[in-house]
């Protein structure tokens, strides 16, 4: 496949600082990466990207987690909770029900505060702290605001989080709440919210660390690389393909600028790519709406429902970022019932693997395109979970069986366990 390489390795423009800078995937104006506040370029008002002039191969990483890339990341350090190393796991049963030549899943529930917004928080958080800014601010569906408060905390920041009123999963509002973030509940949904924050953050009340800041992305990117150094260590082989759900889509463009910074030092061949493939809840598919009418760009969805809290997003603002990166890598997009989500919720935990909703959305999204063909049988697969069970809680005890009561005593236990 040929792979636009954009936001590779170039001459440093006068506004580089150690060889990093921005620059705006619309006009392609650059800009210093620390002497101003940006989030979109202020000629045209497209998303920016970080842009490196060198970039390094597999051999030239070191140490562990997040920053066992710093050479890719425009920090030499973050604020970190050590973040990243989370699980490759395979699932054989998955894998033999699908009829796959491998079936793996990365598991970002298993970070600290249990999903992969910590690989953003600990570039951006450490950004922030480079800036000089003193209150950050996101909108969230609940995995942001629990990561913007660990990290907020651990950087003694004081953190705003903005959620959708009675939307939100107890799991992730408990986080926030005692890591110390002040939440405040938004009568209206995500989009809302991220509306608001966009707004403080432009009237210089907040540094707004959603994923239009384009430093989150860069620490998210490193999901993608550990995805390649790991199935190739396992395999000898890159996956075919990458399915993970989206909800903003910045882990679909974090990944997408993750493999175009590996070709370019000829790291990765450009057929070694994975096809990078979206999975959306029927009732927040804006990207696949897009997708399947060859659309440039997306319709906002202003009522969106589905079971996947963290998906339910209307206004993805990494579109732009996340289409070109979908058809380049020859992937695609699907959405899934909250039906078939909650199935996947099932089997993954069959597996003895515990994820939230949404991240079963990726299971489900296989699924489906393997009963339509669009998977073949001959791929190896790596699935991106991105949440941890217990994050909601009351998905989870839906979706699992309900407890049983017995009496006080050994024998009536027997009793009721063999009857």
Same mark, same amino acid.
């Given at each position: ?8 390795a170039?001459?440093?423009p006068p506004?580089?600082t ?5 620059s ?5 104006e650059?800009?210093?990466?620390f ?7 202020? %000629?045209?008002?497209?998303l ?8 390094p191969?597999?051999d %030239?990483f ?8 710093t050479?890719?990341? @425009? ?7 050590q973040e990243? =190393? ?5 699932v @054989?049963?998955?894998? %033999? ?15 600290g505060?249990?999903?992969?917004k910590?690989r ?6 450490g950004v922030?702290?480079r #800036?000089g800014?003193?209150r950050?601010?996101v909108?969230?569906?609940g995995?942001?605001s629990?990561?913007?408060?660990a990290?907020?905390?651990? !950087?003694?920041?004081e ?14 509002v408990?986080?926030?709440?005692l ?6 509940e ?18 210089g ?11 989150? #992305? ?6 993608? #690389?550990?995805?390649?150094?790991e199935?190739?260590?396992?395999h000898?082989s ?12 910045g882990n679909?463009?974090? #990944? ?9 030092p000829?790291?990765?061949?450009p ?7 979206g ?11 897009a997708v399947?009418?060859?659309? =440039?760009?997306?319709?906002?969805w202003?009522?969106?429902e589905?079971?996947?809290t ?9 579109? &732009?970022k996340a289409? &070109? ?11 899934v019932?909250d ?31 393997r ?7 001959d791929?190896?697969v790596?699935?991106l979970?991105t ?5 909601? &809680? ?7 069986g ?5 009496? !006080?005593?050994? =024998?009536?236990?027997l009793?009721h366990?063999?009857?």
């Amino acid at each position: 496949m040929t792979l636009e390489l954009d936001s590779a390795a170039e001459p440093s423009p006068p506004e580089a600082t150690n060889g990093v800078w921005l620059s705006c995937i619309g006009c392609e104006e650059t800009y210093s990466p620390f002497d101003d506040i940006l989030y979109t370029c202020p %000629d045209c008002n497209s998303l920016l990207e970080v842009r490196y002039d060198s970039l390094p191969t597999f051999d %030239d990483f070191s140490g562990s987690g997040v920053w066992r890339y710093t050479d890719m990341l @425009p920090l030499e350090e973050g604020v970190s909770i050590q973040e990243g =190393d989370t699980p490759l796991y395979h699932v @054989p049963d998955l894998e %033999d029900e699908l009829s796959v030549s491998s079936l793996h899943v990365k598991h970002e529930g298993m970070n600290g505060t249990g999903s992969f917004k910590d690989r953003g928080m600990t570039v951006g958080v450490g950004v922030a702290q480079r #800036l000089g800014v003193d209150r950050l601010a996101v909108a969230s569906t609940g995995n942001t605001s629990a990561a913007l408060a660990a990290y907020g905390a651990r !950087g003694n920041m004081e953190t705003l989080v903005l959620l959708p009123a009675g939307k939100v999963a107890a799991g992730k509002v408990a986080q926030a709440s005692l890591h110390g973030a002040r939440i405040l509940e938004v009568d209206g949904n995500f989009d809302v919210c991220l509306d608001i924050v966009q707004e403080l953050a432009a009237r210089g009340e907040v540094y707004l660390l959603n994923s239009l800041n384009p430093f989150r #992305l860069e620490g998210q990117k490193t999901i993608g #690389l550990e995805i390649l150094e790991e199935h190739y260590e396992r395999h000898g082989s890159y996956p075919d393909r990458i399915i993970l759900p989206v909800g903003n889509a910045g882990n679909t463009s974090a #990944l997408y600028k993750a493999f175009r910074e590996m070709v370019q030092p000829g790291a990765l061949d450009p057929a070694d790519v994975p096809a990078l493939t979206g999975v959306q809840a029927a009732g927040a598919a804006p990207i696949v709406e897009a997708v399947e009418n060859n659309w =440039d760009g997306i319709e906002r969805w202003n009522d969106v429902e589905t079971i996947a809290t963290a998906i339910r997003i209307g206004n993805p603002v990494n579109a &732009p970022k996340a289409l &070109p990166g979908i058809r380049e890598t020859g992937g695609t997009a699907v959405s899934v019932t909250d039906e078939e989500i909650t199935a996947a919720q099932r089997d993954l935990a069959g597996e003895g693997i515990g994820v939230e909703p949404a991240s079963a959305a990726s299971i489900a999204g296989l699924r489906k395109l393997r009963s339509s063909g669009v998977v073949s049988n001959d791929e190896e697969v790596v699935c991106l979970t991105t949440g941890h069970l217990l994050k909601d &809680p009351e998905a989870a005890a839906k979706a699992g069986g309900d407890p049983e009561p017995v009496p !006080g005593d050994t =024998d009536g236990v027997l009793n009721h366990i063999n009857n």
